[in-house]
């Protein structure tokens, strides 16, 4: 029987979500066979949050799911609570798995007086109990290294190959196009795993929602006719948008957007869905999403199965390189 047919024990194992994102927790425990437990949730008088966890842990492997989405600071709230009710009902490990780590963005300090935030949530999750972290697509792939615990940020490379390789789109007038330098890389090994050529534009960011795009890129695309945007984030899209319209500019026809997680805020979805040369805008489920028939170019890929394996990999104690059939190297270099 191969690692990926093994079954879960679940007397030995306990999974439990937050309020962030149930619909991908339970698609989690399907894909393990396993129960999602129930967790209460409510608020006393003064506002103060009550977490229960609605199973017996002791002993136990602990996989508690939230991604960091809107709220954020609720949901952070939630999973320290639950991080720290394992560790003081003497679970024997307990995994956070965070589909969406948004405090990825804030990873240097570029102003005065202001936090590092990736890092202090990082010191936070290990000082709540935390015994081990799963993530994906880190927006900086240097916050790995604030997690004072061994962290596996997994990658959805794979899935979105897995979309497009049916589409057999030829090198000679389909190019993926990274939005800035620093995902070029991640970029680069999407477009290889399809065969493609790999461009990448130069974005100087304003503001939270302004950016400028410039520097690229006319002789990298020049002579394509599709252009698949890849990035990690999309947030209020105007990143994706600035640079759609330069691509049009130097005569591509088609654009596919695709992100990790989409956010899609303050009519993000929208605007992408309103550029006519936008064919499709494909995401995960790392985010929740709402499917609206207004919004038919959304793709939404589930990752249940990408974290239910490195789920099990980690169970059985298994190098993490052995999860993907599409390989080692696309793990964002995880243990």
Known sequence: MSLKALPLTQSDVRLFSGRSNLPLARSLAASLGIRLEETHFSRFSNDNLFVQLGASVRGRAVFLVQSLVPPVSDHLMELLMMIDIAKGAAAREIHAVIPYFSYARSDKKDAPRISITARLVADLLRTAGASHIMTMTLHSPQVHGFFGVPTDPLTARGLFADYFRPRQFSAEDTVVVAPDVGSAKSAARFAEMLGLGAATANKTRMSDDKVQIG??????????????????????????????????????????????????????????????????????DTVPQVREPKNPKLVVLPTASVFAGAIRQNYYRQSIGELFDFGADDLDDSP
């Open 215 to 284: 520097g690229l890129i006319g002789r990298q695309v020049s002579g394509f006719r599709r252009a698949l945007i890849h990035d990690d984030e999309i947030a209020t899209g105007g990143t994706i948008v600035e640079l759609s319209r330069l691509l049009l500019d130097h005569g591509l026809e088609e654009i596919y957007v695709i992100c990790t997680h989409g956010l899609f805020l303050r009519g993000a979805l929208e605007r992408l869905s309103d550029v006519p040369q936008i064919c499709e805008i494909i995401t995960t």
